[in-house]
């Protein structure tokens, strides 16, 4: 059951995770399996996840996220959570959340700009 | 959606304390809280109901409205009859921890809501009321 809920995308070399709005303990175990896994498989250097849409950030949760990116850094691979909301931001840092080494972005879009580190060639001018 | 202004909601399973979650965020949105408000409520419903689960197995999470003068609030009650806390100082201090937590769950809590009181015996259980007033 846990498992639908989850989906891990392959795009280029970046593992992309939508986590669910309210998920339950199991769901977060789960996703931090499948996040291991694929990340094995596909030898991705990097992974993205997105919680724009989770609406309850406790201290369950956060250890599992913290975990997770220490997990992936050991494999090689780099995280960036992307899209936390204000009033989860808010939250998290009343309650004394910390997220470790996690890298994070406004949304998914600046999240795969962290983890594109390779020089830029043509110098487009979006990027500061 | 819930349209009473009390109620209660067992806890004997992991996915319980989502239903718990549930049920505080309506209430929370139906008494006009502000969303980071909701946030915080439902953010340390989750940390107490955890709390039920994972120390005393099962519990129950009694909700209702209060008000004070004009000012309307949210009770939330988390009774259990699990080994009860022998050092409330403690369990109050950031990063104590018996179930290998992150010790976060109670001061957390405390720091989210307007008030905690916890009422302890061990052997007997524990009880805790959190309440937050809509500002």
């Known amino acids: 059951m846990a498992d639908d809920t989850i989906s891990v995308i392959k795009l280029h070399n970046v593992l992309m995770v939508t986590v669910p709005p309210d998920p339950d303990d199991e769901t977060v175990s789960a996703l931090q399996e ?3 896994q694929t990340m094995e498989r596909y030898e991705a250097k990097g992974l993205v996840l997105d919680i724009s849409t989770v609406e309850t950030l406790d201290s369950f949760f956060a250890r599992t996220v913290v975990e997770t990116v220490q997990m992936v850094a050991l494999m090689g691979g780099r995280t960036v959570l992307a899209g936390m909301r204000p009033s989860v931001a808010i939250t998290a840092t009343q309650l004394g959340l910390t997220l ?4 994070t972005a406004l949304d998914v ?14 110098g487009d001018g979006d990027d500061q | 959606m819930t349209n009473e202004d009390a109620g209660e909601v067992r ?61 309307i ?34 001061p957390g809590a405390k720091r989210l809501m307007d008030e905690l009181e916890i009422e302890s015996e061990v052997g007997k259980g524990t009880r805790v009321t959190v309440k937050k007033w809509r500002k």
């Not at chain 1, 470790?100 to 890298?103: E, K, N, P, T, V």
């Not at chain 2, 009859?81 to 976060?104: F, N, Q, S």
Request: charge should be negative; aromatic fraction near 6%; charged fraction near 25%.
């Open chain 1, 34 to 36: 499948r996040v291991l």
């Open chain 1, 100 to 103: 470790g080494s996690a890298l």
């Open chain 1, 109 to 122: 879009d600046r999240a795969l700009d962290v983890l594109d580190d390779r020089p830029r060639l043509g």
């Open chain 2, 11 to 71: 806890i004997d399973s992991e996915s319980d304390i989502v239903a718990a979650r549930k049920i505080v965020r309506d209430m929370a949105i139906a008494l006009g809280f502000g969303v980071t408000d909701v946030t915080r409520i439902v953010t340390a419903a989750s940390e107490l109901t955890r709390n039920v689960f994972r120390y005393a197995g099962s519990g129950i999470m009694r909700w209702r409205t209060v008000t004070a003068g004009e000012v």
């Open chain 2, 73 to 106: 609030g949210l009770e939330l009650v988390f009774e259990d009859h699990g080994p009860g806390i022998p050092d409330i100082t403690r369990a109050m201090e950031v990063g104590y921890t018996t179930k290998g937590g992150l010790g976060l769950g109670l």
